[in-house]
């Protein structure tokens, strides 16, 4: 499949129904303007900014707003912490334009902050070295007491030992995850584990395996997940599930169980590297499988900040999901997860793309998702050096796949708008394979165990919102890649994300 | 005769009037002696014009021997002096032969002919029978004496086949051919390192100069290239008198050049190869296929054929010296494989960027078969084969690569008859080569047979300064050599010789080692204008300073004696901006010049200060003044391996081991009497003082902390201004603070700037301040640009590195020791910090139940100020026994309520109690009134 085929075909589809194409309207007169020649015409094609626009913040230029954490503080404003350990308000982050926006800085000084959230007067921040909540006390606009709530890990002075820090859990907990010294080892304590901190400054440990986070967050209804990045025992980059006590697939800090006085069970047995995440799943209870692979250059290359749709339809159909930020591709990607078996697991979409630097931190209110993003040390698309975008549901729902459940026998598709039953009832608007990666203690992994499963089936229900893919040859604990190119919404609209990547650790019965 | 030729000429004998004496008129013979000539090229060049005129006409001349001193400062008509002579006694080595008393040494520097030990490793047989029949022919130039001139043709034919038996059994020869890439290397190492100060350039249209010592016409006729590469790696091996020095050319540069020099050599088609066409995604089985075409080619080139979708075989010979276990690497893109005598060693199959595979092959010593297969499907194409084993580090596998076999040259080859060996033996003693070359058999060394008389009775018209020498070596001198001989030796034997002077030891010394090609000294020496333009370097726009090598006037007063020996020795690359390379001459040829330099040159005036500021102060002037707060050193001298951010000159961190103090005080004055036409400013113009206001305000003073400070080597803190972009943070009026790893606070370091221009870290792992400092607070930039690894160390001056431990403590007795863990071990808790007035932090932390206030207030805004810490404590419970720390070191010292730590820095602190531990501690009981107990400490550093 190509994209230019892809862009041929919807232009024709395009031009016979144009009347009835949401987009198209809004398209429309700008084409004509451009040019009156039908080259002109993919402009009608569906684009991501039909539906999710982006609004850029102008940053000034005495601020450097490597952006590490979102969040929106009692009076309104929008708190921004830096990798340079600086906290910025933005006093009307909803303007749009966001013209004459005032920005301030709150604080600074501050060591790596990659997590902000506000809990009444205190804003509770996760520096490299320690979680601290800040007061202005003297109400100047600036932060004046700086009170460490746990510093319970340990930095050796490794500029990986980067900490993550979440929102507080219905407990009230804060949950951190702490990258390992370096991509292999874990030189002091707790690194490469994830432990949460109740609000009176108690850590415990929860997770070790972990290797390098780029982002926490928490679905609907409340359990943790974390995105890890590839490199070794992470064949590539995924979202993983923080059951606790789990363990999260990289052996590197389990010597630090010795620390935990049993609290969350024994030492799990060391995985075999060169195997299969699955495979020792099935040895090894307390490994956790990836819930969500993002697979390496088709998804993303860094996945990074996550943010959960509660918002309750007003970012649109996706209530719910998650968004999940790929640095390197400054990118959002839309993950859907069920639980199967007792553990999650899901797919991911694409989303949007064309953020303005690397995507680091995802913050999504009513009016829209927050994206901060820098490209300092691992570069990206974006091409700027930090960046701070809105994207803005437009009120025009896209024709996307809404879920995709996986079923003994194949999967179901949900749409968030009635499909064409001609197209999306043909096996052969469906294309699939499967394939999954080499778990093992060196860097990454290609793409291994390559299988095409047979779809037989493609049943579209009645209503239209849903199709019935009926499949011969599910792999367990592969990454199953979905190719959806020729199926058309009962208005002819192609997807306008055409690709699902489902890890399907679980088979349900 | 053109007219420009005949300006030349004018030019040239008007400053030959103007001759001094370089030797101060020691040999008496001749007033009128050399000194060195700007206009020397001129000579030069109207040489070669003149020998170009007369090239076609004139028979084939057998040069006479050529020494470059010689040549450049005696060889003229009216220049064959005594000084000459002396030169030529040493270098044609005839002290070998003809005693002479050692007090000689000052002026004759002996060279010792090659050690022959293993030259059969070295050089051909055919070049040596050629060599021997007719030195001079064969090396015009050379400084080798014809032993066999007086011999009938069949005596001379029949000695010299055995002497050339007897050299080739000393060892065997290994053929490898040189490759394209590593001769294009090697000509430009050839033309930059330095080989050109001596060598002739080959540039076909540089004139040729008389001063370039002489290579065989045709290297490639006297050396292999394992060889040749082996001698350049370490010249002074064979030669062990440093003419040739030491270019320090590691193994592969030493192949290079050797490479360039043999370029010539026929091994031309040492690789075999079958081209194939064909689309594939693994190795085929290229034995089923029909090649495109075959040939021959040097190496394993996978550029001979298409862009894509081709495949080669090549097969190549190669030589390994050692038996034992070989390991081959092949590395390719796409698939390739390789096999040794037909078996298999590592294969890489499939289509994909360069990756590698190696595979492990006993072979015995001798001639080998490789056997290598490539395919390229598309995209790039790369082939590596490469070898590591018994004595030869991992490399191409091309170096070892021989021609294929040849029968017909096979008959030809050289095959060393015993019985001849016997013979040449024998005659390498009784002819005399014994006299000057070493060749041990064994562990013995072959004695000359052959005895001359002392220098002493020598009659200056006979023997080998005869016109028609006669059953003498036969050394093909000039008639100007003979002269200068003659009167070299009359000179020395003559009783009014004067005691030698240390210039003489030194003339004597930088002539015969031609140092004067690249050195200038006084007025003596430099490069020649004919080679001026060879020298270059990666800083044009450093002028001559970057590419001329520096000049050894006034050389002994200036660098150290340890250092000098050090450059003899080991060579030098001080000058990274400089292609030419100080070579090793070894200090056993030239080690007596660092006496010499030093009785030659007196020292310059001492200059140093005494002063009573103390050392940590001076040293932050000296640093202050070599940052961009002062005069900007940083700019154009390299820190380390930290670039300089204007061009890049000589290394500031090595300059102390290098230079003399003294000088250095002289030098910093006044730059331009020690180097005249640097661009190194004078930072005190005149003596002129521009920063009145540091130290004492007096320049020798600050000179003097610019050593101080630099006098610490690598572990100088970096001047301020360093790194291509600063992000330098400073407090204006409000404190300022950096949290991250600081070097000497840890990595939970908080570091706060303070508007008076004092700084501290705290430590809040051990909760403790960790360092004080003045001045500038921090450069953010290692942590804020890239990624952010490693520790910053402070920006400012004048550091203090408070001692290592927690400052509280519960002490059973006031014996028990203060502990040794860290504060979280101790279960203290780091509590934050809340910012007061100007946005100055008062941490907080938790000692049991003790909550404690730590801040820090400067005590005024002058320069250097003193700091104020407060800790407040509180506790609903007394803690018993509680102690603070306000100080620890090997000494303190107290009077009038002050403190001093190490005789370094000071405290002032109520109710401090010294006690002696393991040094010294000054401990403050923690009194608590009301639940609360405060103690005020001033630090002064």
Redesign the interface.
Known sequence: MTLNITLMDSTTTVMKKQTASPFFRSVSALALLVSASFSSFVFGQPAEDDYYRMIRFDIPPHI?LEAGGIDLMPDGKLAVST???DIFLVDKPFADPPKEVQWTKYA?????VLGIHSVGDWLYTT?R??L?RLKDEDGDGR??????VS?GWE?????HEYAFGSRPDKDGNQWLVLCLTGSFNSNVPYRGWCVRVTPDGKMIPTCSGIRSPGGIGMNAVGDMFYTDNQGPWNGTCGLKHLRPGSFQGHPGGNGWYNLTGGVIGKRPTEPQSGSRIMTEAKKIPELEPTAVFFPYKKMGQSASGIACDSTGGKFGPFEGQLFVGDQTFSTVMRVYLEKVKGHYQGVCFPFRSGLGSGSLSLKLTDRGLFVGGTN???GSRGNKPYALDRLVWTGEVSFEVHEMRAKPDGFELTFTQPVDPETAGDVASYKMQTYTYIYQASYGSPEVDHTEPKITAAEVASDGLSVRLRIDGLQEGHVHELHMGNVRSVKALPLLHNVGYYTLNYIPE | MPAALRLDFRCVRTVSRTRRSLLGGALHVSSTQYRVLSMRCAIVSLATCISLLFATHAPAVQANPLVPGYERFFAEDDAHTANGGALLLGELNCLSCHEALAALSAYVQTKQAPILDNVGQRVRPEFLREYLAAPHKAKPGTTMPDLLASASESERIDKVEALVHFLASTGKLREAAPITPAVTRGETLFHTVGCVACHQPSQVDFAKLSTSVPLPAEMEKKYTLPGLAEFLQNPLHVRPSGRMPHLNLNEAEARDVASYLLRNLEVAGVVEYAYYEGSWQDLPDFSKLEPKSKGKTTSFDVNIGRPDQFGIVFKALFDVAQEGEYTFHIGSDDGSRIRVDGKEVAVVPGVHPVVFKSGKVKLTDGTHEAEVEFFEQGGGQELKVEYEGPGIKRQSLEYALMPPEDKAKDEKKFVVKPELVVKGRALFGSLGCASCHQLRIGNQQIASAVSAKPLTSLDNEKGCLADSPAKVPDFHLSKNQRVALAAAIKSLNSPNLRPARPTDAINATLTAFNCYACHQRGEVGGVERSRNALFNSNQPEMGDEGRIPPHLTGVGAKLKPGWLKQVFDDGAKDRPYMFTRMPRFGSQNVGHLIKSFAEADPPVADHSVATNIGERKVKSAGRKLSGSQGFSCIKCHTWGNVKATGIQSINMVTLTRRLQENWFHHYMLNPQQYRPGTRMPAAWPQGQVLLPNLLDGKALTQVNSIWRFLDDGDKAAMPVGLGANPIVLAAYDEAIIYRNFIEGAGPRAIGVGYPEQVNQAFDANNLRIALLWHGAFIDASKHWLGRGQGFQPPLGDNVLKLPEGVSFAVLENPETSWPTVTAKDLGYRFRGYRLGEARRPAFRYQIGNASVEDELVATSKKEFTSVRRTLTITATEPIDNLWYRAATGNTIAMANGVATIDDSWRVRVTGGKLRKSNGAELLVPVRFVDGKATIVQEYEW
């Open positions: 450097n990798r340079r350990g600074g000084g501050l060591h790596e520096q070295c320690e601290t932060a004046d007491l700086f009170e460490t510093d930095i050796s002075g490794d500029y300092r040390g691992w």
